[in-house]
């Protein structure tokens, strides 16, 4: 006998109770879609379980594509042994993109036959890294859905997409004038963003899109102040692209307030992250769930970003030695992973003021659950269900419920 709960919770029904709610559905790519993007979360914290089941829901579901070999044992056994040396340093970097690039495949394959048709499938890649562009291309060939790209301005998206016009493409902005600044560029491309995703460096979790951390509060990322304002701008260039709100998105009223603003959908991380379905370790979901805005900390990645994380005993480690790390700053000769995640980074290229610690060894530490060692990006705001840890049915449910209690 099927449980009325599960049953509740089929893609159709979900969109029938969207209805009911008074929600507008997001119409991206031909389709009708809940208003809910599942944010992309890396490094392997959303591959192709939560992602597949996330569109399998009638949403769109997000891969990450950083480092998915993890997920993987046989690539990461083949990338495993790295040699000292000039030569077996570039020969290890290129067998770990070649690595990366199989398993980012795999997890597009995989999450497509979980999905079974329905929703959207999206990657998402940072500008940031510096296999951005095989990965575009290579989702692109395996045929997803859509490519949602941050941390940077993507503005040559358009010419790595050339060959695939049926392709979605999303980048993320935190205010009116990058919305403007890509518009403008991309135009030229004869070709537009078909959804811009804004996220709210104030409320998010991970890389932020703000030059520093003292601008994370800046009025300019206010919701109130960005959607209007690229709305008018598009307006009156006679463009409509919908716009996705991202930040500190917890509830239904949260939804109807970003839609009352004019946003088509909204994306949310963490509570997603802290699902049965997501792809990290139970611990990385506990450590997430259990953790509240107080035991939040903002710093610069190493990515020359400010960045939000759980304050871990790692993390606090590394913020008490940062002053002395940043004193004896200095290029060095390669990479400690033998190979480069980062197009830039801090502590391979002795960049003062950016982050210097391995990223991909941190974020790595989280997937697999190490608290001692790992770092938990997290967004701000109480999660939708507490320190509980529930499925992506539930969290749909949730959010499509007007008035639904938040658990403390």
Not at 89 to 109: F, G, V
Not at 200 to 222: C, M, T, V, W
Not at 318 to 324: C, N, Q
Request: charged share 20%; with cysteine.
């Amino acid at each position: 006998m099927t449980h009325p709960t599960a049953a509740a919770g089929s893609a159709s029904d979900l969109m029938t109770l969207l209805g009911a709610a008074g929600l507008t559905p997001l119409r991206l790519g031909g389709r009708t879609l809940l208003p809910i993007v599942q944010g992309g979360m890396g490094v392997g914290v959303s591959a192709h379980k939560l992602a597949g089941s996330v569109a399998a829901l009638g949403a769109m579901g997000t891969i990450s594509s950083v480092d998915l070999r993890r997920h993987h044992p046989d690539l990461m056994q083949k990338t495993r042994d790295h040699q000292a040396g000039a030569a077996a340093t570039q020969a290890a970097k290129e067998a770990i993109n070649m690595a990366n690039l199989e398993a980012l495949e795999r997890e597009i394959r995989a999450a497509r036959a979980l999905c079974g048709g329905r929703g959207l499938l999206a990657i998402n890649v940072m500008r940031a890294v510096s296999e951005y562009g095989p990965s575009v291309t290579r989702a692109l060939e395996c045929g997803v859905d859509a490519v949602v790209v941050g941390a940077g301005l993507p503005l040559d998206l358009p010419d790595l997409a050339q060959d695939h016009p049926a392709a979605l493409l999303i980048p993320i902005l935190s205010d009116a004038r990058g919305v403007q600044l890509l518009l403008r560029k991309w135009e030229r491309k004869k070709r537009l963003p078909d959804a811009i995703v804004i996220e709210h460096p104030r409320l998010a979790g991970g890389h932020l899109g703000a030059a520093k951390i003292a601008d994370l509060n800046d009025p300019r990322f206010e919701f109130e102040n960005v959607i209007p304002q690229s709305l008018a701008f598009m307006r009156a260039a006679g463009i409509e692209i919908p716009l996705i709100a991202a930040g500190g998105i917890r509830s239904f009223e949260d939804i109807a307030r970003v839609q009352a603003l004019g946003a088509a959908g909204v994306q949310l991380g963490t509570p997603f992250a802290v699902t049965q379905e997501c792809d990290a370790h139970a611990e990385f979901k506990r450590v997430l769930a259990q953790a509240t805005d107080a035991d939040m900390v903002e710093f610069t990645s190493v990515a020359g970003l400010p960045a939000r994380a759980v304050a871990t005993p790692w993390l606090k480690s590394y913020l008490k030695a940062e002053p002395k790390l940043q004193s004896v700053v200095h290029v060095k000769p390669r990479c400690t992973l033998a190979f480069d995640c980062l197009a830039q980074c801090g502590l391979r290229d002795g960049l003062p003021g950016w982050g210097q610690f391995c990223i991909d060894t941190q974020l790595a530490a989280a997937l697999r659950g190490d608290v001692r060692k790992g770092l938990f990006f997290r967004g701000v705001g109480a999660l939708p269900f507490g320190d509980q840890i529930r499925s992506v049915r539930e969290l749909m449910q949730r959010l499509l419920t007007p008035n639904a209690a938040m658990a403390a």
